[in-house]
């Protein structure tokens, strides 16, 4: 929670304190902690010995939908939070989940930090809460320990944890599998004692939270692009002096800068780690074929995106 500190008695402590959480580990190669770690970074070195970042990674301050609550209500200053559950508070974030919508990481920021972005974050700013931009998660990826997955056919029937967002639901159901929405925290046992099959998350994320341990194959679905969003309390942020909240927006787009290229940099270690804590990886055959399949999860959710938005962003994609 923002606190001012009196200074008296604690000649180091910060002028203003900002909560930041975030529900993965706290692991140099885990995307939500690479963001929070270049934020910290950024914005204290813009205001040294005013500003402290605190951070709370692995859902010390809860689940990423309790994060989201606890900045709509103020009573945590920062979250990163993934799409899919910010598009539970605000459906025009539905856009990001489509699947097979982007098809490179480059495409993706183009468009997040274009209009579509900017008219997103103008759209969840009416519940609260300030986007300060997309950090890159990584493309989502197929992981189960039934086979591995070259065509949709071989979705059919598994298991799949969901997160607990319609998009996500609808684009597993129309590949034939069978979607289980289940909470972060609860996935991991859930895979050890077979109560689900699989999973769909990036790399990075499969690496850095050991689910190599509990899981034989991954394949390179790249379903979705998994985008991870930087965000700010409204109350908290209004309650900032002006040029600290400008040193706030700056430093958050340094940071998601920084944390793109980080990523990108990372990601052959991580598959390479991942090889050899035993994992099969493979290729997808066409994805065409896939692309066919998920044709009515677009048509679904058009009305709740917004016929506009969604044109926009088609748009963007096809003409790149």
């Known amino acids: 929670m923002l606190t001012s500190i009196a200074l008296t008695g604690a000649a180091h402590a910060a002028e203003i304190e900002l909560k930041l959480a975030w529900l993965t580990a706290d692991s140099p190669t ?6 929070a770690h270049a934020f910290k970074d950024e914005l204290e070195a813009a205001l040294p010995g005013r500003v ?12 990423d939908k309790e994060i989201l609550e606890g900045l709509q209500f103020g009573t945590i200053d920062m979250g990163i939070i993934t799409n899919a559950v910010v598009a539970n508070l605000e459906p025009s974030y539905q856009l990001v989940d489509l699947p097979f919508l982007f098809g490179s990481a480059e495409q993706a920021h183009a468009v997040l930090d ?9 759209n969840l700013r009416e519940h609260g809460v300030v986007s300060l ?7 989502r990826n197929m992981i189960n320990n039934t086979r591995p997955v070259r065509t949709p056919e071989d979705v059919e029937g598994v298991k799949y944890r969901t997160m607990q967002n319609p998009v996500f639901i609808e684009m597993f159901s129309s590949l034939g599998g069978s979607p289980v929405p289940m909470a972060w925290g609860e996935v991991f046992t859930a895979m050890q004692q077979g109560t689900v099959d699989g999973l769909e998350i990036p790399t990075s994320v499969v690496n850095s939270n050991n689910y190599a341990e509990v899981t034989k194959y991954l394949s390179f679905t790249r379903h979705t692009y998994s985008a991870i969003h930087l965000l700010v309390s409204e109350r908290s942020f209004e309650n900032l002096p002006e040029d600290v909240q ?16 980080a990523v990108a ?7 390479a780690a991942l090889k050899e804590k ?24 058009e009305a709740t995106i917004g016929e506009e938005l969604l044109d926009s962003a088609l748009q963007a994609v096809s003409s790149d």
């Open 30 to 35: 885990d995307p939500y902690a690479i963001t």
């Open 52 to 63: 402290e970042v605190q951070l709370f990674p692995n859902r010390q301050l809860g689940d």
């Open 114 to 122: 274009g209009e579509v972005g900017q008219q997103l974050a103008t």
């Open 133 to 139: 931009g997309a950090a890159e998660g990584g493309f």
């Open 246 to 261: 400008q040193a706030v927006m700056e430093a958050g787009e340094a940071a998601i800068a920084k944390q793109r290229d």
């Open 265 to 271: 940099a990372a990601e052959a270690d991580v598959v």
């Open 278 to 301: 035993g994992m099969e990886i493979n290729e997808i055959d066409d994805v065409g074929a896939f692309r066919a399949k998920v044709g009515p999860v677009y048509e679904r959710f």
